[in-house]
Nanobody, 113 residues
Framework: QVQLVESGGGLVQPGGSLRLSCTAS????????MIWYRQTPGKERELVAR????????NYAESVKGRFTITRDNGKSTVYLQMNSLKPEDTAVYYC??????WGKGTLVTVSS
């Protein structure tokens, strides 16, 4: 049974940091690029960051470049999203995905004072 379980979301003040984790099971993790998406009500889902199968290549949305870092640990079947200098506009439900084939249920990040 394929599962992707996100964790690490919560409420943080502007300028703060959070680290999201997504642990996978039920498939060969290293066979897939991993992607973090986010979505807010009334808006289209946005690709936030993508990492290649073995971590050699990463891509970021312009809105998060220099603030967010995506990494992965294939031995732990886990992908991470380190989010620094958070802004209110980063508020969203964050989803991890195995190359848009498998999806987690999301974790809510709220950036507010």
């Amino acid at each position: 049974q394929v599962q992707l379980v996100e964790s690490g979301g919560g409420l943080v003040q502007p300028g703060g940091s959070l680290r999201l984790s997504c642990t996978a099971s039920g498939f060969t993790f290293s066979n897939y690029a991993m992607i973090w998406y986010r979505q807010t009500p009334g808006k289209e889902r946005e690709l936030v960051a993508r990492i290649s199968r073995f971590g050699g290549s990463t891509n970021y949305a312009e809105s998060v470049k220099g603030r967010f870092t995506i990494t992965r640990d294939n031995g732990k079947s886990t992908v991470y999203l380190q989010m620094n200098s958070l802004k209110p506009e980063d508020t969203a439900v964050y989803y991890c995905s195995a190359d848009s084939r498998y999806w987690g249920k999301g974790t809510l990040v709220t950036v507010s004072s």
